[in-house]
């Protein structure tokens, strides 16, 4: 029997450049692959200030949610990696105003440097509807 898996890849975020999906479904959850600050076209925006990396990430996460349906009122655990644990407050600050009132649970992780340079990444899980 075949598992009922839906992977997807979205429009408005860069396509994948490793063996991935930006979003799988199954038993009834949204898995959101690690989203770093690339903008549609593709191109690595790694050198831009912290904030400006941090909202592209978050709107590309929002465009995963979007292409599998749901909205980031149906996310249930949010990882976040930061290379430097510095700008946790600013991103704390950045994500709430973002996600609202909805308060999924979450992690973060200093890590010591990722893909492209990037200064975060960010994954997700969210519910399906």
Known sequence: MTPDITLRNIEHVPAPVGHYSHT??????????????????????????????????????ESCLGCA???????VSVRVYITDINLWPLFNKIYAEWIGEHRPS????????????????????????
């Not at 690339?38 to 978050?58: N, T």
């Open 24 to 61: 799988t479904t199954a038993g009834g959850l949204v898995f959101i692959s690690g989203q770093l600050p690339v903008a549609a076209d593709g191109s690595p925006r790694c050198d831009a200030p912290f904030e400006e990396q941090a909202r592209l990430v978050l709107q590309n996460i």
């Open 106 to 129: 979450r992690a973060v992780a200093g890590v010591s440097q990722l893909h492209y340079g990037a200064a975060l990444e960010v994954e997700a899980v969210a519910l399906s509807e």
């Open 69 to 75: 349906g749901v909205t980031k009122q149906h996310l």
